[in-house]
């Protein structure tokens, strides 16, 4: 609930940015607080469109940055007034303040508040309460991402669809965007037939078959291989059609184990309840269990470390469908993973902190991991887009972007059938036309006001948004 | 002369001067029967001469105990446990003084006032109908006296000491202690639920007295009215004729079986809904919820029982099922037919409903409804936790989570309720042996799971128209304590006993 509430909010604003009809946006001036990872994932996804200044007290991060990218960078306490209105706080248009700390980052937003009210200020927090707080309107804040929620909302919809490598949903969840790893296993009414002759479910288009390293978007002729990860966009009855055909015998989630009960797992453990999907948590601390099985009356919590394996084998660990690992510690929850996959757990995902351990945890055989920072600068990155673009959405660790755009009057897109449309390494996936998604065939046409769901290479984002 | 004050941890001084002063409010009541004798003709004296002896008796001791007390918990376990003792002394001393046949052994007068105040309802009295109306309304009085105490006891002073069933359900944040806010609680929960207590009484006189003025119940005056409100309302079930509530017309007994229901429930649950004007808040009560399908289900195996063994057939089974269902498990003790002549399993589902009780916070007695739910939900999870072993589920009530110290305080309250009627009933059965009454086991159990639980009628000669007279004194004695036991749901009474309680170690 937390997640749509954050999303709903986003897509209000940006909307109004869309109906005064803004053209491309120049140089947008962003403040960035934080040179982390966040931070950085942020800087590199909007350095080459807006102007930059990027804060931090640390002045090694920094010059990491400032080597690779055209930014300015201030070494300082973002959080301190004196800074701020040094680096000429009065001309930004956004704040965003994504440091480890949720305090330093509220504290900068509401001192940015005060010395510009013009600036838009985004906060990222770990901490669900200052959501909370947030959403009652107690904090000078305009944006909160809230690291937690995010990642419990992308593991949700992991969940939902459990073959699938990343989803992301958009316009209001009638738009399903999935990624595909296709083994040998996949139905072979998919697998090396023509795209065009292939029974593929109906309200979805393949957006992009990537290769080894490279990418095609496919026309009628193409084939599905084994070993091809593809990109799906379409309904949500349509994706689970989808997980059904690339791995078949995984029926609809009911039953999934959550090791680790704090923040994170009891977020998601929430998510899922409320989705009405059976939850066991698994915490080590016996306070902490006590404490989120009174906040939790559905799920069924257990006070056990999840390293026991006479526990995993007597409570059946492993039949559970799902098993989410979102301990604070790395390496505890690839221990865990680990352990649990010897004893039979089906499918896993784990919450991975530090991006490069994402390798170390998929070589040892877990089946999706989630980096809550990438995700949360997914988030962020939101806001400084084209208003025009309501949803961006990275894979393939920013090879590839979706996009949602709203189509201009003057696009030399508008009035062309889609099968006439040339392709410009880009794929329209879906339209949505008054609120309603339309997954086009070759005879339809595009409308001025559409708005479209692209499939399109991060490089070329800037010309697919002028194009349409 | 200089206030006595004997050193110990309890502020005992306070304490006395505490009970002495509700008993000098307590010796105002005899001037309700002065009043209703000199309207009969009867001797209004007994009760001026009672009145004045307690009155200056506790005026007396007020005085001696006079100075600055700090009454806190502590003392509140020996005021409670007091004041119910020195109460049933005010009601016996009405009973000496009328020069009653019946009622001139101090044992026999005493028990009648304690089954009185605890509203209990069991009766050493041979022929009721001989009394004196005066002494039939005092009876009532004691009784409807009673039960305001329990409901200020039940919603206000035990949850503070700790003890009782309702606090587990309502946020009684027990809270540090400013200067006696155990009083300063008792007086907020008091006037309210009082005046709740009240209405309803006045509510089942009008409706009792309707139905005698127009005809449909023939033997219903006003008088009778009266004093059968006054001790339903209590669940206390002192009657005005010798066969209970049989001799009375259908309508009235479904009238007093509804009015039983509604004093088994909890009082300050009422309040609220009636405040608010909210019906849902009854229903959404698990205890409530509980308390009606308890009701229901027991009503149901007595009303097949009686139409299968042709005891009663169609209304009249399902009527007379419905009363003694409602009346045992409200502990009221009325009757509405002579159940002790009924069948073995009727005689067992009447006994078991002994130990089931009506709702916390309400006047009924016994073990009570929400206890039962708790360890029900207690048993429930220790299954689990034995299939689950590392398992973590706390136990809720009305959504909200239940601590494992009440929890435990429940069982507790649960083994000793037992207990001592199991020592009861042993006692009883040893001492009809030695006297040579006719007690037999399932007599002597229902004799005890009745006072213990303040209901009222057993089986056999103690029956719902019988009589406690054939029993000896010290069998007296054993059921006097057994309801002062029930009345204060046990744990007060034996703090007493702990040496714990007197010593600051």
Redesign the interface.
Known sequence: MQASATRALIRVTIATGAATGGSNLPHVKIFVIGAGQVGATIVQALHDEHELTVFDLDGERLAAISQRYDVHTVEGNGASRRVLSDAGINGADLLIACTSRDESNIVAAMISKACSARTTTVVRTTNPEYLEVWREGQLDVDFIVSSEVETAYAILRTVGVPSARQTDVFADGQVQLVEFDVTAAADPAILGEPLREARTPADSRIAAIIRGDGVVIPRGDETIQPGDRIVVIGSPHAAQLWGDLISPGTGKVRDVVVFGAGRAGTAIARLLLEQGIGVRLIEAS?ER??LV??EL?DA?????TGFDPD?LER?RIADAQVSIFAMRDDLKNHFAATLAKVHGARFTIAIVHDAPSQEVFEHAGVDVTVNPRQITAEEIVRFAHDPRTQQVVMLEGDRFEVLDITTQRDSEYIGLKFKDMPIRGALIGAIVRDGKAVFPRGEEVLRPGDRVIVFTESQRVAEVEKAL | MSPWRPRSAVDLAGAINLVATLTKYLSLAPLVPAAVAVGYGESPWPFLFAGAIVGGTALGVEFLTRGNHRIGSREGFFVVAFTWLTAAAIGALPYLLSGEVQLDRPIDAYFEAMSGFTTTGSSILVDIEALDRSLLLWRALTQWLGGMGIIVLALAVLPRLRVGGRQLLEHEAPGPEIDDSLAARVRDTARRLWLLYIAITFAEIVALAVLGWTGIDERMDLFRAVAHALTTLPTGGFGTEGRSIEPFAATTQWVIAFFMIVAGTNFALMFRALIRRDGRILPRDEEFRLYLTLLGFASLVLTIELWTQGIALGEDAIRHAVFQTATMMTSTGYASADFAQWTTLTSITLVGLLFIGGSAGSTSGSVKVVRHLLVGKLLRREIDETIHPEIVTPVRVNNRVVDERTLRSVLSFVLLYIGIFIIGASLLVLDAARTGIELGPLDAIAAAATTLANTGPGLGFAGPVGTFEPFSDFSSFVMIGLMWLGRLEVIPIVVLFSRHYWRNA
Do not use: G, H, L
């Open positions: 016996r269990a006590r099985a009174a009356p069924r919590v257990y006070n056990a526990f409570e």
